[in-house]
């Protein structure tokens, strides 16, 4: 389980807003495939704003993996994810995205029983957002990198990056602490 809490703005000139959200796993027993459920709560930061709520589910396949966490080791993956989110105000906007990317990962040993694992995910996105003024669709191509150090305790690191490629959008950038209980 993921607990998670964000900060954003979409440029220096808007206002940071406020996101909280948890995100549950279950591996599959097929294609070395984890399941993922998530539901967030947007608040905008304007005192007179309505919020947003979402949801989302994500499915993440490994289809092909070479090596040993003990040894350098690499692996490619499919990832493809579902959602959708509804403003609370009196628009009835209503929002829906959904993505696909192939997920190329190394590893390998570091100080001690720790190691650094990255990723790159190249992919494309087709997003649809309901307004008054009408129903507007588009399909972007994106990309995500990811940087994380596992101590073998189960303490890990992550930093990680999101784009979406187009003409002066924004590059979301992450970072996180978490532990698995071995």
């Known amino acids: 389980m993921w ?103 190394g590893d390998l040993p570091f100080v001690g029983e720790s190691h650094l694992s990255a990723t790159v995910s190249p992919g494309i996105a087709v997003g649809r957002i309901a307004l008054v003024d009408g129903i507007h669709t588009g399909a972007r191509r994106t990309l995500g990198a990811a940087l994380a150090w596992i101590n073998s305790s189960g303490l890990a690191v992550n930093l990680g990056m999101q784009r979406i490629v187009i003409a002066g959008g924004p590059t979301e950038l992450g970072a996180g602490i978490g532990w698995n209980r071995q």
Not at 56 to 85: H, K, M, P, Y
């Open 3 to 105: 607990l998670r809490y964000g900060r954003w703005r979409y440029n220096v000139a808007d206002a940071i807003h406020y996101n909280t959200g948890v995100t549950v796993f279950r591996q599959l027993p097929f294609a070395s495939s984890e399941l993922s459920l998530t539901g967030a709560y947007l608040s905008l930061s304007c005192a007179t704003c309505p919020s947003w709520i979402s949801g989302g589910v994500g499915l993440q396949s490994t289809i092909l993996q070479s090596g040993d966490i003990n040894e350098l080791s690499g692996s490619v993956g499919l990832r493809t994810d579902v959602g959708g989110a509804r403003y609370r105000g009196s628009s009835q906007t209503t929002a829906a995205s959904a993505a696909g990317s192939v997920v190329i990962g």
